[in-house]
């Protein structure tokens, strides 16, 4: 079975500072990755995904994320943190192949400090 | 394109009570997703459908839970009895195709609240 785990239910860091949200996967299959960001009293925005791919994907916002198969993991990054980043992010997997189904972890929430 | 759209966006009910929400999918997207969140959680997969065609179910959606997607547009999850352990986010999503390299596509929620 798919599964999802974040590290830091809760990450805070200073405006400006690099942040970095951690994500590993658990899958049978090689998997389709992806990160999502909710802000307050909204729905879920993708920031990007890995089909497979290049292992290094950009997305919006300046986020970035590297899949690396060794490590099992999908850590998503941003070298600047902006006070607009603050938000839930979700990291989610898909198996691709009987389901299209996501799978998500439960959730980092970020803080910017000024 | 107005995206996903949800109704209502709050639901408060007495336990017991049979609760429908809808989902308006965007234009022309073949698959439409239900999740439920909550609190402190990420979202868990309920549902899809392919057109009209439930495709998949999660254990999770209990014989009081029924979804339809009558003519391949808009959605309902209908929830029967309702308990407590029924308030959550439901979220629905929709896509333009079936494959995961085609984005899902979020609406805001409807937000259930069982007193």
């Known amino acids: 079975a798919q599964s999802v785990t974040q590290l830091g239910s809760h990450v805070s860091v200073s405006e400006g500072a690099l942040v970095l949200l951690r994500c590993n996967y658990s899958s049978s299959v090689p998997p389709y990755l992806f990160w999502y960001v909710q802000y307050p009293n909204q729905g879920l925005q993708l920031l990007l995904k890995?089909?497979?791919?290049?292992?290094l994907v950009k997305g919006i916002n300046g986020f970035e994320a590297e899949f690396k198969k060794s490590e099992t993991s999908f850590h998503l990054t941003k070298p600047s943190a902006h006070m607009r980043d603050a938000a839930e992010y979700f990291c989610a997997v898909s198996e691709g192949y009987n389901t299209d189904k996501l799978i998500f972890g439960t959730g980092t929430r970020l803080q910017v400090f000024p | 394109d107005t995206g996903v759209s949800q109704n209502p966006r709050h639901k408060i009910t007495k336990r017991g009570q049979n609760v429908t929400f809808r989902c308006d999918p965007i234009s022309e997207h073949n698959r439409l997703y239900w999740y439920r969140q909550t609190l402190g959680q990420g979202p868990e997969f309920l549902t899809y459908?392919?057109?009209?065609?439930?495709?998949?179910k999660s254990r999770l959606l209990s014989d009081r839970f029924s979804a339809e997607r009558p003519k391949g547009s808009f959605s309902t999850l209908e929830i029967q009895r309702t308990e407590q352990g029924d308030s959550a986010m439901y979220l629905c999503?929709?896509?333009?195709?079936?494959?995961?390299?085609?984005?899902?596509?979020f609406g805001p929620g409807t937000r259930l609240t069982v007193t």
């Open positions: 459908f392919q057109n009209e065609a439930q495709l998949e």
């Open positions: 890995y089909t497979s791919a290049a292992t």
């Open positions: 999503a929709s896509s333009p195709e079936g494959s995961p390299s085609y984005e899902q596509y």
